[in-house]
């Protein structure tokens, strides 16, 4: 079956960077895209980008465009997100979700909670 | 910047019917997608492409699309559908990825 496990809480001082990682597995990763989507306590889905395991072909979201980096490991059918400068209202969970075509995301991972906080 | 526009909640009796729209100026040329969020879950896919129902969602839920506005259907709401609810598609040009609506608490009470 289709699972995307991603990495454990953290928590971050306003500035500093976090990377977030989502091991795939049940599919094959080449054929799909990865997707990021972030939602921030009490808040709604804020879609942040999407990126190939073809091509790395990327988009994404105008807000976060300076500060985020998305890449994937193939051998490990591994995704990583990088958020750079964060800030309080960076405090949010992080999803990866596998993308379909450069356009919807289906199946989902559990989430990763970044607390940013002095 | 491209926006979907959800109503903030909708309340429904158990065996009853729910509806939730969705507007937005590139539904006409881009597909809707509709994912389903229980409290502390990560979202589920339970309508993509309009219409379409993925394997394992209950054929209770169903969506539409026409014009500007697209539609879930929840006939004969169940306690266990009460969940946030959001729209999602993107903008005709492809060019702004992908966009999510601000999503609505439906309760079944």
């Known amino acids: 079956q289709v699972q995307l496990v991603q990495s454990g809480p953290v928590v971050r001082k306003p500035g500093a960077s976090v990377k977030v990682s989502c091991k795939t597995s049940?599919?094959?990763?080449?054929?799909?895209?990865i997707t990021w989507v972030r939602q921030a306590p009490g808040q709604g889905l804020e879609w942040m980008g999407w990126i190939s395991t073809y091509n790395d072909k990327r988009k994404f979201a105008q807000n976060f465009q300076d500060r985020v980096t998305m890449t994937t490991d193939t051998p490990t059918s591994t995704a990583f997100m990088e958020l750079r400068s964060l800030r309080s209202d960076d405090t949010a969970v992080y999803y990866c979700a596998r993308g379909v075509a450069q356009i919807y995301p289906d199946y989902w991972g559990q989430g990763s909670l970044v607390t940013v906080s002095s | 910047s491209y926006e979907l526009t959800q109503p903030p909640s909708v309340s429904v009796s158990p065996g009853q019917a729910a509806r939730i729209t969705c507007s937005g100026d590139a539904l006409p040329k881009s597909y809707t997608y509709w994912y389903q969020q229980k409290s502390g879950q990560a979202p589920v896919l339970v309508i993509y492409?309009?219409?379409n129902r993925p394997s394992g969602i209950p054929e209770r839920f169903s969506g539409s699309s026409s014009g500007t506005m697209a539609t879930l259907t929840i006939s004969g709401a169940q306690v266990e559908d009460d969940a946030d609810y959001y729209c999602y598609s993107t903008d005709s040009s492809g060019n702004h990825g992908g966009v999510f609506g601000a999503g609505t608490k439906v309760t079944v009470l």
């Open positions: 049940g599919y094959t990763f080449s054929s799909y895209g």
């Open positions: 492409e309009d219409s």
